[in-house]
Each structure stands twice: as C-alpha cells, then as structure tokens.
C-alpha cells in the first residue's frame, strides 16, 4: 500500500462545479489519479464524489489505485473529511459506506 509519503496531491482549492475547460487547467497534483487527469480533488465534495466514483475509473492499474486513494486520504484529512475505508478494495464495485460523511 502506498504510504503518505508516497502521494502527490496537493492543496489547490477551487469549489463548486467545474467546467472541462477549468479540469484541464487544473495541474496534475490536484487528480487522484493524476496521469489521467481523473477524480480532482479541490475541495471536500469533490474528495467525497471521489470516493464514490473511485471504481468507476477504467484504465488504471492496481499501483495507480494505490496512489489515487493514497491522494484522496490525503486531500480528506486537509478537508477534514471522514474516511471510513483503510484501502481502496473495500470501495468495490458498487462503492457503499456507512460513513455519512460521503
């Protein structure tokens, strides 16, 4: 599993919605996935629609899962949102959380 130290998000708060023009704006230290450009994490709704799209992201390997959820726990505890999964396998393929926090 990816270690804190080991992720590469980083703060950039923009909220509210964001048009395709403004993602492609965004750098890459700001996705969960950042080679794709996937889930940005700008502010903490974003970090909990983040969590419930996570599966729903194709094309991604078991290392690029580590590091996306790596940067979602990351931009979570800077957000201050609750995160009740320790690692990305228990969002499965139909994410489902007894946190209400997301």
């Known amino acids: ?19 395709t023009a403004e993602k492609n704006r965004l750098p890459e ?9 996937k ?11 983040a969590l419930a799209r996570f599966d729903q992201v194709k094309g991604v ?3 690029q899962r580590d590091l996306a959820f790596a940067n979602i ?16 396998h228990q969002l499965g393929r139909r994410p489902y959380t007894q946190n209400p926090a997301h």
């Not at 599993?1 to 048009?19: C, F, I, K, N, Q």
């Not at 230290?29 to 450009?37: E, I, L, N, Q, R």
């Not at 931009?75 to 320790?86: K, N, Q």
Request: proline share 5%.
């Open 29 to 37: 230290t700001v996705f969960a996935f950042p080679a794709k450009h």
């Open 61 to 63: 390997n078991d290392d």
């Open 1 to 19: 599993m990816t270690s804190h130290a080991d992720t590469t998000w980083r703060p950039y708060e923009v909220e509210g919605e964001l048009s």
């Open 73 to 88: 726990q990351a931009a979570a505890r800077h957000f201050g949102v609750d995160v009740a999964e320790t690692h990305w």
């Open 39 to 49: 889930l940005p994490l700008t502010d903490a709704e974003h970090v909990r629609n």
